[in-house]
């Protein structure tokens, strides 16, 4: 079956990408850069570049297609360029309308738990999504997952960066709402067999992880898998929701908006007179919610150069060493391998976390702590040439990449760290300008003076430094390079996970 996927792209979109192509069936990837954003699946995916926010782009979107997934929506709004009403209203309108001039037979929405009796903007939107989804004359499907957690997602791994970096947590009430979590991939498995299944047609099923949870709960889950302790500062739910709308009304960015806060209170969970379509109708039995977590920890995504702020700048620190009593290859291997010891453990802990990795291996994802920032996380993109080249994570203080060489200079060896960074936000900008690029200094100057020990050589003109802001078309292709790399990694290690789906 040929699908058009509206959203592949997000914390819902990819896994269930993922598992239609486990299943045999070939995706039209329907996205704003879908020839890039294509790449981490292969050939398995047709990619469509457009918007739900458009007419034309969407005609002819769905044009061969058998069904269509829609599972792109907002959580919360930019205006004007991004609304409930434009994306989430408006943009399944044009979906509906697309699929019906297109012919396709099967039609699955993504809506939300508690769209039918929920009071935020989004609900409502999502509600206002369904009674068009209705209008379609053929097979339609409504879904409605439970809060969903997944690499990325607004709510539980903003959660999980807040306990890794911050002294203090603002808990809303006493933190005890419950709500059902879902993992992203057990939902993306649920939504591949709802469309190539023919039944159930035309009704609503609501989707949920089987265990109900607190904010304390998840807090104290996360507390272990980290080894974090942040304080909770009980905030009243009423000075949560006057705060969030005054930031709304002025337009500063705070983590928690205030729809995000109605739905937390709202309780999202499904009511015990109705069914959970995924243990009922699909016979998914959910990944335990401490088990989701733990791998959740291990797989949020890349914190992208192009999603930094400021000048980019590139930072260069190296020595060329005389007399070396390892070759090229040895010390290479050395600081792959022994890269945990390598640096000053008060400036950087390398497996911060129980269980995290220690050495510089392709695919690995590292867990450091920092004075004053605690957690942060980077990802080995690739290890080739003598280069290893490193991503980091959401909730690191940088979009960045670092990157370490080991190079043949005639009869020395050369050993650089560099990195290409900007700040994560506006807020971490005036750190880096204050503290934290003389930390980066110190610790990558006492890492390469240790490389140098060990290597039995010396460096005559010591470490060596440069710092240097990118010119605009520089920034541009650093930017182009450091996504198309992020999105091989990806493709590479879904083809280790499911090999028949690269086929």
């Known amino acids: 079956m040929h699908v058009l996927v509206t959203g592949g792209t997000g914390v819902v979109g990819r896994p269930a990408v993922d598992h239609l192509l486990e299943r045999g069936h070939t995706v039209r990837l329907f996205s704003r850069n879908a020839e890039r954003d294509a790449i981490q699946w292969g050939d398995g995916v047709e990619p469509y570049a457009g918007s739900v926010g458009s007419d ?24 004007p360029e991004i609304t409930f009403d434009k994306i989430n209203v408006q943009g399944t309108r044009r979906i509906v309308e697309e699929a ?39 097979n339609w499907l409504i879904c409605r997952p439970g809060n969903v957690y997944g690499p990325g997602d607004q709510v539980i791994s903003l959660l999980l960066k807040m306990v890794r970096t911050l002294p203090a947590i603002p808990v ?58 942040p304080r909770r500062i009980p905030v009243p739910e009423w000075m949560a929701l006057a705060g969030a709308g005054i930031a709304d009304l002025i337009g500063m960015e705070v983590p928690v908006k205030s729809d995000q806060i109605i739905m937390l209170l709202e309780e999202n969970v499904i009511p015990p007179e109705r069914s959970n379509a995924m243990t009922e109708v699909f016979g998914i039995t959910p990944r335990p919610l401490a088990d989701g977590l733990a791998k959740l920890a291990d797989t949020l995504p890349e914190k992208l150069l192009s999603e930094g702020v400021g000048e980019l700048h590139c930072q260069r620190f190296w020595a060329d ?32 976390e129980p ?101 039995g050589g010396e460096a005559v003109d010591g470490v060596q430094e440069e710092l240097y802001a990118l010119e605009e078309a520089d920034a541009e292709r650093v930017e182009r390079w450091v996504e198309e790399l992020v999105l091989e990694r990806r493709r590479e290690d879904k083809e280790e996970e499911n090999p028949a789906a690269a086929l």
């Open 100 to 138: 019906k001039r297109a012919g396709v037979e099967r039609l699955v929405y993504v809506s939300s738990l508690g769209a039918d009796r929920g009071k935020s903007g989004y609900h409502e939107s999502k509600l206002a999504g369904e009674e068009i989804v209705r209008e379609f004359r053929g």
């Open 172 to 229: 809303i009430g006493g933190g005890d709402q419950p709500f059902q979590p879902i993992s992203a991939d057990d939902l993306g498995a649920a939504l591949a067999l709802a469309v190539e299944w023919p039944d159930p047609s035309r009704v609503v099923l609501e989707l949920a992880g089987t265990e109900i949870a607190t904010m304390n709960d998840l807090l104290d889950m996360l507390q272990m898998i980290t080894d974090q302790k």
């Open 355 to 455: 269980g995290t990795p220690l050495t510089l291996e392709e695919g690995a994802t590292l867990t450091m702590g920092i004075p004053l920032r605690g957690h942060i996380q980077v990802r080995v993109e690739e290890v080739a040439d003598y280069t290893i080249t490193c991503n980091t994570l959401e909730g690191h203080h940088l979009a960045g990449v670092i990157r370490f060489f080991v190079e043949q200079h005639g009869e020395q060896l050369r050993f650089e760290v560099r990195s290409y960074s900007r700040a994560s936000c506006l807020l971490d900008k005036m750190g880096m300008d204050a503290v934290g690029r003389r930390l980066q200094k110190a610790t990558w100057k006492s890492m390469i003076k240790e490389v140098v020990r060990r290597s």
């Open 56 to 79: 034309e782009d969407m005609h002819g979107a769905a044009e061969g297609c058998e069904a269509v997934l829609h599972v792109v929506g907002v959580v919360d709004e930019a205006p």
């Open 321 to 352: 060493i005389t007399g070396s009593a390892m070759d090229r290859g040895e010390l290479f291997a050395m600081i792959q391998e022994d890269f945990y010891t390598l640096p000053p453990e008060e400036l950087l802990e390398v497996g911060a």
